[in-house]
């Protein structure tokens, strides 16, 4: 069954991944997996000592991903107001010469 977080970045999100956290270890099952990854992704920063479950949660998934992933993070965040690159419009097509098109399918 899927489980859905939503406004995790705000207290009550963070309040009902507290409350699901509540007897277990992981959010799916007895091991790490890529929902917890998901989700720890959308969590900001560890939750503190207000959510006891979702903090136990967040330093064993931190851990496990500093064990996977040794090299030094530098502190991204990403956002939607995050400076992403202008789109580039792509040139407009040029057309082709009709004797071309007739040499070409002629043939």
Do not use: C
Request: hydrophobic share 40%; no cysteine; glycine share 10%.
């Amino acid at each position: 069954m899927a489980v859905t977080f939503s406004d995790i970045h705000t207290e009550s999100g963070l309040k009902s991944l507290d409350e699901y956290l509540a007897g277990k270890s992981y959010i799916s099952g007895d091991q790490i997996s890529k929902d917890d990854i998901k989700v720890y992704g959308a969590v900001l920063e560890n939750p503190g000592d207000a959510f006891t479950n979702a903090s136990k949660w967040y330093d064993s998934v931190s851990s496990q991903l500093a064990s996977s992933f040794p090299g030094k993070a530098t502190g991204v965040r990403v956002g939607a107001g995050a400076g992403a690159a202008a789109p580039v419009e792509a040139a407009p097509a040029k057309e082709v010469p009709f004797f071309l098109f007739i040499i070409f399918f002629n043939n």
